[in-house]
């Protein structure tokens, strides 16, 4: 199984600033297969990136995917208290497509 | 509007079985892959698997292997998911959620509102 790492676990930011979340993988992913996901309490997650860098319908622009290969980071920029969640992200390059441990984002 | 609807939440005994309906609407069905997602209490986010509506071809994570049925019915648009042999540690909420790309796995984009299996004796 591919294993994800993400990296820090928690962020703990004032608003207006930019989080910069990791997400490291165990065997190379290709750029195709690389998705990103907000998770709030009580909600159903929500997709914000795939193939590493395509925001899905209705995402704002304030959230950014770069990366390739082992290496991959989600940018949040602008933070406002409404993106307080946990971030996932997952490869669909091969089976089972597996999730990171997630990073908690904490607005102060 | 792409909508997904899952069915109630359901009260198991251990080493009994569960299936759970995620009715979709507002595309077409047989075009998109479905994945299955779970998160127990406290967890993080879980793949079981996903289904291609079109022809059932299923590909299941070794974990729930021998446990995890995927199903889909075209006449209703809705696809099933049966757990079997159901332990504490399955209680969790479970999602059905529809791919972002058509025919390609990239990412599950429309999520259902989730149902909570509780597994107790």
């Known amino acids: 199984d591919i294993v994800l790492t993400q990296s820090p676990g928690t962020l703990s930011l004032s608003p207006g600033e930019t989080a910069t979340l990791s997400c490291r993988t165990s065997?190379?992913?290709?750029?195709?297969?690389l998705a990103w996901y907000q998770h709030r309490p009580g909600l159903a997650p929500r997709l914000l990136i795939y193939g590493a860098s395509s925001r899905a319908s209705g995402i704002p622009d304030k959230f950014s995917g770069s990366g390739s290969d082992t290496d991959f980071t989600l940018i949040i920029s602008r933070l406002e208290p409404g993106d307080s969640a946990t971030y996932y992200c997952q490869q669909c390059y091969s089976s089972p497509l597996t999730f990171g441990g997630g990073t908690k984002v904490e607005i102060k | 509007q792409v909508h997904l609807v899952q069915s109630g939440a359901e009260v198991k005994k251990p080493g009994a079985s569960v299936r759970l309906s995620c009715q979709t609407f507002g595309y077409s069905f047989s075009d998109y892959y479905i994945h299955w997602v779970r998160q127990a209490p406290g967890q993080g986010l879980e793949w079981m698997g996903i289904?291609?509506?079109?022809?059932?071809?299923?590909t299941y994570a070794q974990k729930f292997q021998g446990r995890v049925t995927m199903t889909s019915d075209t006449s209703t648009s809705t696809v099933y998911m049966e757990l079997s042999s159901l332990r504490g540690d399955d209680t969790a909420i479970y999602h059905c959620?529809?791919?972002?790309?058509?025919?390609?796995?990239?990412?599950?984009?429309?999520w259902g509102q989730g149902t909570l299996v509780i597994v107790s004796s």
């Open positions: 289904i291609n509506p079109r022809g059932d071809a299923t």
């Open positions: 959620a529809r791919d972002v790309r058509q025919k390609l796995v990239r990412g599950a984009e429309s």
């Open positions: 065997q190379r992913v290709s750029n195709g297969y």
